[in-house]
């Protein structure tokens, strides 16, 4: 199973496990959050990956633990348990930054927008072209506009010499999953 089929599972588990479909609408908050959450949970710590020692991303930001920035500096280090814990309250914050500003989107499309935020940050994201398209109800634009993002620091990541090839791969999975079930 590959990690988009793997992410879709994840989501489509916690909704069942409340009594619930993917492609069902209206549903409560609360459920929408935990299939948007365990799906995040597969997704983002493999595209992440998980370090303990605090390390430069591509884009020079101080990055600890599976892609947590706020206050890392050179230096800092990690356990386990509080990189959990990093990851938890760095998820819970991206979903509800999502759920509050894209309510009419897919599901699959709320997760892809919450790890593109998770990604980028929040207000890259809400500039966009691609949140603009989503405001719109134009998901299938907006999955398209994932594949605008192939930029690091400047850097093209397209261009395998950049060494940031696994932007491409991450927005390729954003796009298929913001793509799935729409008409």
Same mark, same amino acid.
């Given at each position: 199973?590959?990690?988009? +089929?793997?992410?879709?599972?994840?989501?489509?588990?916690?909704?069942?496990?409340?009594?619930? &479909?993917?492609? +069902? &609408?209206?549903?409560?908050?609360?459920?929408?959050?935990?299939?948007?959450?365990?799906?995040?949970?597969?997704? #983002?710590? %493999?595209?992440?990956? @998980?370090?303990?020692?605090?390390?430069?991303?591509?884009? /020079?930001?101080?990055?600890?633990?599976?892609?947590? @920035?706020?206050?890392?500096?050179?230096?800092?280090?990690? #356990? $386990?348990? +509080?990189?959990?814990?990093?990851?938890?309250?760095?998820? *819970?914050?991206?979903?509800?930054?999502?759920?509050?500003?894209?309510?009419?989107? #897919?599901?699959?499309?709320?997760?892809?927008?919450?790890?593109?935020?998770?990604?980028?940050?929040? #207000?890259?994201?809400?500039?966009?072209?691609?949140?603009?398209?989503?405001?719109?109800?134009?998901? $299938?634009?907006?999955? *398209?506009?994932?594949?605008?993002?192939?930029?690091?620091?400047?850097?093209?990541?397209?261009?395998?010499?950049?060494?940031?090839? /696994?932007?491409?791969?991450?927005?390729?999975? +954003?796009?298929?999953?913001?793509? %799935?079930?729409?008409?």
């Amino acid at each position: 199973m590959n990690l988009l +089929q793997r992410t879709i599972a994840a989501a489509t588990l916690a909704l069942t496990a409340a009594g619930f &479909t993917v492609n +069902q &609408t209206g549903l409560p908050v609360e459920v929408e959050r935990a299939a948007i959450i365990g799906a995040l949970m597969v997704m #983002t710590p %493999e595209l992440e990956g @998980t370090r303990l020692k605090a390390y430069p991303d591509t884009g /020079g930001v101080w990055t600890i633990c599976t892609g947590h @920035t706020s206050g890392v500096r050179r230096g800092d280090v990690a #356990t $386990r348990p +509080q990189c959990a814990a990093y990851l938890r309250d760095d998820l *819970q914050a991206v979903v509800s930054w999502v759920l509050q500003t894209f309510p009419k989107a #897919t599901l699959l499309c709320k997760v892809a927008l919450a790890d593109m935020a998770f990604n980028a940050g929040r #207000t890259a994201v809400a500039k966009s072209s691609m949140a603009r398209l989503v405001l719109a109800g134009d998901f $299938r634009g907006a999955a *398209q506009a994932f594949m605008l993002w192939m930029y690091v620091a400047g850097k093209d990541c397209r261009d395998l010499a950049n060494n940031c090839y /696994g932007i491409v791969k991450r927005r390729m999975l +954003q796009r298929d999953l913001c793509l %799935e079930g729409v008409a």
